[in-house]
């Protein structure tokens, strides 16, 4: 099992401050955030040089590609253009995962999320995206980690995995995050039972919140707790 440094946890760091925590706290990877990746290209930085600085650490995963589920025909194409950046990047950096989202990342931006659309229809069409991306992520050896945010209305463990069935891809698979998975009321019972193709990833952290209470954005409280301080008692999984 590798263990890596997740970029969102250093929230506001650049990309080199993340590798130098990463590396004097003895992580063996790093998951780099792509926001971040970005502006370090845009400043000016090659792909070479941060190969050289990430010597002897590996690139577990960079994130994130949001809302899969868009539909409208220019959001669509932007959708298709984010996934080939990114997972272009990806391959030039020797990663082979790359996280995708449902939606929406923020509750103010353009794309609201269809939450009025029937869940298995949503489910249909989010299929028929992803399969359309998946073959992008083939052309770059990459594999695709699904995180459903507890906030869209496609988020609850067993909808994702009718959503990956429903896909058909093999190379996508989810990510079992403890704060959305607790959110969404997932226990560890329900997760111990999944095959393990579903699983490319794990992400560690903790809720202040009960089991089963949906946080409205990323921004909540109840994700502002130090991984074993909150109620979800990660000792035992996700059980209370």
Known sequence: MTIALNGTATMYCNLLTDIQ???????????????KLYRYLD???????????????????????PDIERREPEEYKALLEETEKMCSLAEKLNCRMVQILTGPLYKDGSYKGHPGMPIKELIKLT????????????????TFYLEPLNWAHLSSLEDTIELIEEAGQDNVGMVI???????????????????KKYIKGVHFCDSSEPNGVRSPDHTQPSRQV??????????????P
């Open 21 to 35: 925590i990463a590396r004097e706290t003895g992580y063996e990877a790093i998951e780099i955030i792509g926001a």
């Open 43 to 65: 400043e000016g930085f090659t792909i070479s040089e941060l190969k050289r600085r990430l010597e002897g650490l590996s690139v577990a995963a960079i994130g994130f590609i």
């Open 127 to 142: 299929a028929k995206n992803l399969k359309a991306l998946a073959d992008i992520a083939k052309s770059h050896d990459v």
């Open 177 to 195: 995050d403890f704060w959305h998975m607790w959110c969404t009321g997932a226990t560890a019972e329900k997760i111990a039972k999944l095959d």
């Open 226 to 239: 130090w991984t074993g301080g909150g109620l979800s008692h990660l000792r035992n999984g996700l059980m």
